[in-house]
């Protein structure tokens, strides 16, 4: 397990800069890649995915994707995600459900996130990178 301690989540606001020239957020990023230290969740494919705006831009997302360790929701963790939504509304948090999702994923497998998006702090359990 202590090798899943030191595997970080990127969220799609990290992919996103990680595709811009001269991102610094990008070269941190490439930097993890290298150590083999980023995996990727169904989630973050589909937002990637969603916004090309060309097919090469697509061939290059899933090219630097296709490497990575890949996380996907069971059952359970579906389950466990609909609680954590659940009880964020409950503080009055209403989160986007992709967020959630990627939260959950990070929670069960112990990962860090790597994100630009500040609500993540507001998840319980959620360990952010950086």
Same mark, same amino acid.
């Given at each position: 397990?202590?090798?899943?301690?030191?595997?970080?989540?990127?969220?799609?606001?990290?992919?996103?800069?990680?595709?811009?020239?001269?991102?610094?957020?990008?070269?941190?990023?490439?930097?993890?890649?290298?150590?083999?230290?980023?995996?990727?969740?169904?989630?973050? &494919?589909? $937002?990637?995915?969603?916004?090309?705006?060309?097919?090469?831009? =697509?061939?290059?997302?899933?090219?630097? *994707? @296709? /490497?990575?360790?890949?996380?996907?929701?069971?059952?359970? &963790?579906? $389950?466990?995600?609909?609680?954590?939504?659940?009880?964020?509304? =409950?503080?009055?948090?209403?989160?986007? *459900? @992709? /967020?959630?999702?990627?939260?959950?994923?990070?929670?069960?497998?112990?990962?860090?996130?790597?994100?630009?998006?500040?609500?993540?702090?507001?998840?319980?359990?959620?360990?952010?990178?950086?």
């Amino acid at each position: 397990m202590s090798e899943r301690n030191s595997t970080i989540l990127a969220d799609t606001s990290v992919w996103i800069e990680f595709f811009k020239p001269q991102s610094a957020v990008g070269k941190k990023l490439e930097g993890l890649i290298i150590k083999n230290s980023v995996c990727v969740c169904g989630t973050v &494919l589909f $937002e990637l995915v969603q916004g090309v705006r060309s097919e090469d831009e =697509k061939a290059r997302i899933l090219d630097a *994707l @296709s /490497d990575m360790e890949y996380l996907e929701m069971t059952k359970r &963790l579906w $389950e466990k995600a609909g609680t954590l939504s659940a009880s964020l509304r =409950k503080k009055g948090l209403n989160l986007p *459900l @992709s /967020d959630i999702f990627i939260a959950a994923i990070a929670i069960e497998h112990n990962l860090q996130i790597f994100t630009l998006d500040k609500h993540f702090e507001q998840i319980p359990g959620v360990k952010i990178y950086g």
